[in-house]
């Protein structure tokens, strides 16, 4: 069975359709988009999230390119590329975001023409999950045949792919997975997810990961990353780093997961953290959980330096955290 949160943004003649992930399991409403601009405004406001935005940003493109169909060209190519660095600058770590502008502009230029936009978000929506699938079988052949794993926030399809995997391969699988504070992430989607997939699933608050790992109950840490640099930072949602640091002080392997590392990114100080409004620390699915005569900080991702990272995950399989290089070895770029 497809989970739910595989197929949660969605073309249509009116717009791109958007399940809510701010409100998911509770409710399962949908947002229309009817613009390539509320699309963008909706991947800020986290209405999708993780690998949501890649999906939005390429039907995003599209809705933008419907409304230049019969203008000349270069005049329709330039509001493209107006929108999609509209579109990057919504979430600044990821970097899946420009992958998937990148591909519709390249469909684009191709045809020389904007019609042919949609073609190159199909092509784009594809890779992206046969890449997914991958990486998920790369990292399902590392655990062994009863695995418990802790994972971290929401690692969308690289987990679902992960678990089918795993569960083709025979394996059994149990997760611990993290509350992944303000937004829940780890609470809401990762744990419906997996229930929904028939795993075993505990979930923790992100104050017990360090005593959980301790407990030699855990096999791997398994989680995705928004950013490999190509010296092997690993960049992911905030707290990652603190699960990495307490996996290898206890021998816990910790694989992390992404398509590709960042050939644009050679180490960490090239990729900027986005910093979300510290109110949102100060609430929990939209009621307040602290003082209000308190301030916030909420930097949204963390870098885990490669000496806690046993390997990172890609579609083009495993490699150690100091060998990325030989991700793209006989690759012209
Ligand atoms: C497929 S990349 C997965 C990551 O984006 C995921 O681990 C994560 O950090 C999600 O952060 P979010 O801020 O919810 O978009």
Redesign the pocket.
């Known amino acids: 069975m497809q989970p739910v949160l595989a197929d949660s943004v969605r073309l249509t003649d009116d717009g791109v359709l958007i399940l809510d992930r701010r409100q998911f399991p509770f409710e399962r409403d949908w947002v229309l988009c009817r613009t390539a601009e509320d699309v963008a405004r909706a991947i800020e406001d ?1 209405v999708t ?3 949501g ?1 890649y999906f939005a940003a390429l039907y995003g493109m599209v809705l933008k390119a419907r409304t230049l169909e019969g203008k000349p060209f270069a005049e329709a190519r330039a509001e493209l590329a107006r929108t999609a660095i509209m579109l990057e600058n919504t ?1 600044r770590t ?1 970097n ?1 975001l420009s992958k998937a502008t990148a591909a519709v502009l390249k469909a684009v230029d191709e045809a020389q023409d904007v019609t042919n936009a949609l073609q190159g978000a199909k092509t784009g929506d594809h890779a992206y999950r046969a890449k997914s699938q991958a990486l998920g079988e790369h990292t399902a052949n590392l655990l062994p045949d009863n695995a418990t794993v802790m994972t ?7 987990l679902t792919e992960t678990v089918r995997a795993a569960q083709n391969q025979g394996k059994t699988l149990k997760f611990f997975c993290t509350e992944t504070r303000p ?1 829940l ?1 780890g609470a809401r989607l990762t744990a419906e997810t997996l229930i929904e997939m028939g795993v075993d699933t505990t979930l923790i608050t992100d104050g017990m990961g360090a005593a959980v790992l301790q407990s030699g109950e855990v096999d791997a840490l398994v ?4 950013r490999v640099t190509m010296d092997g930072h690993v960049v ?2 905030v707290g990652t780093l603190g699960l990495a640091v307490a996996a290898h002080a206890f021998g816990v392997p910790f694989h992390a997961q992404v398509q590709a590392p960042d050939h644009a990114a050679p180490t960490a100080e090239h990729v900027e953290i986005e910093y979300r409004d510290g109110a949102e620390v100060l609430q929990v699915l939209g009621r307040p959980s602290a003082t209000p005569r308190v301030k916030g900080l909420y930097p ?2 963390d870098v885990t330096p490669p000496r806690f990272v046993t390997d990172v995950v890609t579609d083009r399989g495993v490699f150690g955290a100091g060998e990325l290089d030989k991700y793209y070895e006989g690759e012209q770029r």
């Open positions: 986290m999230q993780s690998s935005p979430r990821n899946a971290h926030c929401w690692a969308d399809l690289y937004y992430q989680t995705a990353a928004d992911n949602k949204a991702f």
